[in-house]
């Protein structure tokens, strides 16, 4: 009896002392967990359905030189047109020229965001939480069942998410304005909605840098009039 209360003690001793350590092994479980799910939908992957296949066979149909250049055309007068980023679709044709089209190819892209999103939820959460605070951030990820399906989408969704995560990182993370700005110009090329947080975030850069050159301004103009 006394030595089973002992070990219980310093158990409990144990997990009172290192509970960060502990929420971040939870944590990485998580992750874990999301990318073993991710890579058997990308393994035994589902057929196309109609709207990525029609995606899929009017890039097939652009060459490269005009991919940039003009709207993907029409499959079939009763398909609706098919729009998505263009270096999503340059990206995908790449890999499709050099390994040849097939789910796998064009479920790559999304795979590979859909893991980063898992990664990027870990490292956003450990700066603006604490180790709980962490482990349920990376819980909401990991457990979302949209962001599970569109990892292996040929849509742009889940890139478009990946992104979203990627920018507002950058940003959290204080990086420089020379660097955010060439990340971000190339997002823009992989999603659609990146211009939406972009300008945000560069107004923002914009105003810490004038500030400091702003207020002594603000405040001798303030004492000549008072």
Same mark, same amino acid.
């Given at each position: 009896? !006394?030595?089973?209360?002992?070990?219980?003690?310093?158990?409990?001793?144990?997990?009172?002392? %290192?509970?960060? %350590?502990?929420?971040?092994?939870? *944590? !990485?479980?998580?992750?874990?967990?999301?990318?073993?799910?991710?890579?058997?939908?990308?393994?035994?992957?589902?057929? /196309?359905?109609?709207?990525? *296949? *029609?995606?899929?066979?009017?890039?097939?149909?652009?060459?490269?030189?005009?991919?940039?250049?003009?709207?993907?055309?029409?499959?079939?007068?009763?398909?609706?047109?098919?729009?998505? =980023?263009?270096?999503?679709?340059?990206?995908?044709?790449?890999?499709? $020229?050099?390994?040849?089209?097939?789910?796998?190819?064009?479920? !790559?892209?999304? /795979?590979?965001?859909?893991?980063?999103? /898992?990664?990027? @939820?870990?490292?956003?959460?450990?700066?603006?939480?604490?180790?709980?605070?962490?482990?349920?951030? $990376?819980?909401? $990820? $990991?457990? @979302?069942?949209?962001?599970?399906?569109?990892?292996?989408?040929?849509?742009?969704?889940?890139?478009?998410?990946?992104?979203? !995560?990627?920018?507002?990182?950058?940003?959290?993370?204080?990086?420089?304005?020379?660097?955010? @700005?060439?990340?971000?110009?190339?997002?823009?090329?992989? @999603?659609?909605?990146?211009?939406?947080?972009?300008? =945000?975030?560069?107004?923002?850069?914009?105003?810490?840098?004038?500030?400091?050159?702003?207020?002594?301004?603000?405040?001798?103009?303030?004492?000549?009039?008072?």
């Amino acid at each position: 009896m !006394f030595c089973g209360e002992y070990i219980l003690r310093n158990i409990f001793t144990y997990i009172r002392e %290192n509970t960060n %350590n502990i929420y971040k092994i939870l *944590a !990485f479980l998580l992750i874990a967990l999301g990318i073993i799910a991710r890579l058997y939908n990308y393994i035994w992957h589902k057929d /196309l359905w109609l709207d990525e *296949a *029609a995606l899929a066979f009017s890039m097939y149909a652009v060459p490269f030189s005009e991919i940039f250049f003009k709207p993907l055309p029409t499959t079939s007068s009763e398909w609706l047109p098919q729009a998505a =980023p263009l270096g999503f679709l340059a990206f995908t044709k790449l890999l499709g $020229v050099v390994f040849g089209y097939s789910e796998h190819v064009l479920y !790559f892209l999304p /795979l590979v965001c859909g893991i980063g999103t /898992l990664i990027l @939820s870990f490292l956003i959460g450990r700066r603006l939480f604490d180790g709980f605070g962490t482990l349920a951030f $990376v819980a909401l $990820v $990991v457990g @979302s069942i949209a962001l599970l399906h569109y990892s292996t989408e040929f849509k742009q969704y889940g890139i478009e998410a990946f992104i979203g !995560f990627l920018l507002f990182y950058l940003y959290i993370r204080h990086t420089s304005l020379h660097v955010f @700005s060439i990340i971000a110009s190339i997002c823009i090329l992989f @999603s659609n909605t990146a211009i939406f947080l972009i300008i =945000p975030f560069l107004m923002i850069y914009i105003y810490r840098a004038a500030m400091p050159k702003v207020c002594p301004i603000i405040r001798r103009i303030h004492k000549d009039f008072a």
